[in-house]
C-alpha cells in the first residue's frame, strides 16, 4: 500500500494526541502509544501537544484552539464511541473510527452478532449476563461450547479479565475474573490453530489490507505482558502461504466494512490447525502503537515508517458529518 504523504504538517492546525484515559489499558496509552505518536507528529513539524481528558476536562481542547485530534487511548472511554461523540458534538475531527462503529467494535459480543449477519465467520459463543453468575448455569457452558473454553469479559481490551479454561473446574473462577472486568461475560468456543492479526487502512472501497502478522506467544499466551512488556513473543510476517495471506486479508477488510469502520483498525483472527479455516475474534478500532504493536510492525513490511502512519492517521481526521 503505498499512501499519499504530500501533506503539508502546518495545515493541521494546532492537534492534541489524545492518551491516558481511565480504562484498564491507560498505562500503555499514557506511557506508550501517546507519547510515539506525539514524538512521530513532532518530527514533522505538527503543532502537537498531549492531552489526557482522565486529568483535564476536554472541553479545554476548544480553549486550547485545537484543530484535530490523534486519539491514542484504548479501551473504554477513548475507543467505544463515548469520546468519539463528545469530539463530534464539539466539531474537532479526530482520526479513527466514528461514533456507530467504535461503538459497536468495542461490544465484542454486538461485533459478532453484525459479523454473522453478514455471513463472517467467528467461534461460537454464549454470553452470560451479570444476573446468570450463578454455578448451575456457568458449569453448563462446556457442554454447549466444547472445552477448552475462552473465558473474557466484552467490552475489554489487552487480554484484561481473559482466560482459558481447559475443565469444568475452572469455569467459575474464570468467569468471576471476567465479572470483575465488566457487567457480562462472554464465553467463547476455543480455536486450536494460530494466531494471527490483520490491519486495515482507509475508508469504504479505498480500503486496504496490510501485511498479516502470525503471533507465536510463549506457551500460547499471548497476554497483557507478552503484548507490551516481553521480547519473548515472536512475530511472523509473510509466512503464510500466499492463498491463505489473501484469504485472511480479505476476511480482515470484509470485517471492517461490516461494522463501517474508517481510518485505521486491527482484526484479530484465528486459524484453525484442522482445516486452515479463519474465525475472526474482534477488530479493534484504536489499536496500540508502542514498540511492541502490531500495526506499525505490519506497516513497516509493506514500507510504511512509524512516523509516516502516524502522519497519515492524522491526515485521514474528520468527522462523521465530513464526506471525503
Known amino acids: 500500500m503505498k499512501l499519499d504523504l504530500n501533506i503539508d504538517p502546518k495545515a493541521f492546525g494546532k492537534v492534541a494526541v489524545l492518551m491516558g484515559g481511565n480504562s484498564a489499558e491507560r498505562e500503555v496509552s499514557l506511557t506508550m502509544s501517546g507519547p510515539g505518536v506525539l514524538k512521530a507528529l513532532q518530527s514533522f513539524g505538527v503543532d502537537a501537544i498531549a492531552f489526557d481528558?482522565?486529568?483535564?476536562?476536554?472541553?479545554?481542547?476548544?480553549?486550547?484552539?485545537?484543530?484535530?485530534?490523534?486519539?491514542?487511548m484504548h479501551g473504554r472511554g477513548g475507543e467505544d464511541g463515548t469520546l468519539q461523540g463528545a469530539l463530534e458534538m464539539m466539531g474537532i475531527p479526530y482520526t479513527g473510527s466514528g461514533v456507530m462503529?467504535?461503538?459497536?467494535?468495542?461490544?465484542?459480543?454486538m461485533t459478532k452478532r453484525?459479523?454473522?449477519?453478514?455471513?463472517l465467520p467467528t467461534p461460537r459463543w454464549v454470553s452470560l449476563p451479570s444476573n446468570a453468575l450463578d454455578r448451575h448455569r456457568v458449569i453448563t457452558v462446556p457442554d454447549e461450547l466444547g472445552l477448552p473454553v475462552f473465558v473474557k469479559p466484552p467490552h475489554e481490551g489487552s487480554s484484561h479479565g481473559a482466560s482459558k479454561v481447559m475443565g469444568y473446574s475452572q469455569m467459575q473462577e474464570a468467569v468471576e475474573l471476567?465479572?470483575?472486568f465488566d457487567t457480562e461475560v462472554l464465553c467463547e468456543e476455543f480455536i486450536e490453530g494460530f494466531e494471527l492479526t490483520c490491519p486495515i487502512l482507509g475508508d469504504g472501497d479505498a480500503a486496504e489490507a496490510l501485511p498479516v502478522i502470525r503471533i507465536e506467544a510463549v506457551d500460547g499466551k499471548y497476554d497483557y505482558q507478552n503484548k507490551y512488556f516481553t521480547d519473548s513473543t515472536v512475530y511472523h510476517i509473510g509466512t503464510l502461504p500466499p492463498e491463505q495471506e489473501q484469504e485472511v486479508r480479505a476476511l480482515a477488510l470484509a470485517s471492517y466494512k461490516a461494522l463501517g469502520c474508517r481510518g485505521w483498525g486491527r482484526a484479530d483472527v484465528m486459524l484453525r490447525k484442522s482445516d486452515n479455516k479463519?474465525?475472526?475474534l474482534e477488530i479493534n478500532t484504536?489499536?496500540?502503537?508502542?514498540?511492541?504493536?502490531?500495526v506499525p510492525m505490519s506497516a513497516k513490511a509493506a514500507g510504511i515508517s512509524y512516523e509516516q502512519l502516524c502522519l497519515?492517521?492524522?491526515s485521514r481526521a474528520r468527522l462523521d458529518s465530513t464526506k471525503d
Not at 53 to 72: D, M, N, V
Open 114 to 119: 453484525v459479523w454473522l449477519s453478514h455471513g
Open 286 to 294: 484504536s489499536p496500540g502503537m508502542t514498540s511492541h504493536s502490531l
Open 101 to 109: 462503529a467504535s461503538s459497536i467494535a468495542m461490544d465484542k459480543i
Open 312 to 314: 497519515w492517521l492524522l
Open 53 to 72: 481528558p482522565s486529568e483535564r476536562e476536554l472541553h479545554e481542547l476548544k480553549t486550547l484552539g485545537i484543530q484535530r485530534c490523534f486519539i491514542a
Open 178 to 180: 471476567a465479572a470483575r
Open 278 to 280: 479463519p474465525f475472526l
